[in-house]
């Protein structure tokens, strides 16, 4: 499950950001996750309850935004919304697609005390 190597990661960023910016206690994390990241939401989230444990975020609520799947299609030139990489492009049903977004993942922002 590299969901939980994921969020190891996002607890190391949150409580590096603690010391540097001087809060106690996180209540909210938010994350930008694309679509077509490759990342299961539920194990993540089951992920995040185990790993925030003992830390600054523990019992913090987890938000988390889907970002759509873009990419741009050589065959009609426009900028169609996708759910996996290997789709054809809705429009014209062409399968020659460079994936634009929605692979990305991050840390949008924390709420904080």
Do not use: Y
Request: glycine share 12%.
């Amino acid at each position: 499950m590299h969901e939980m190597s994921i969020v190891e990661g996002i607890r190391s960023v949150i409580e590096d950001a603690g010391r540097t910016q001087g809060f106690e206690r996180v209540t909210k994390v938010r994350l930008e996750i694309g679509r077509m990241s490759g990342v299961e939401i539920g194990a993540l989230e089951f992920a995040f309850d185990v790993v925030m444990n003992g830390s600054i975020a523990e019992g913090a609520e987890l938000e988390i935004l889907n970002i759509p799947g873009k990419a741009l299609c050589f065959d009609c030139e426009k900028t169609v919304e996708v759910e996996h990489r290997l789709d054809t492009c809705p429009s014209c049903g062409g399968a020659r697609l460079l994936v634009q977004g929605g692979d990305e993942m991050r840390i949008k922002d924390l709420e904080v005390l």
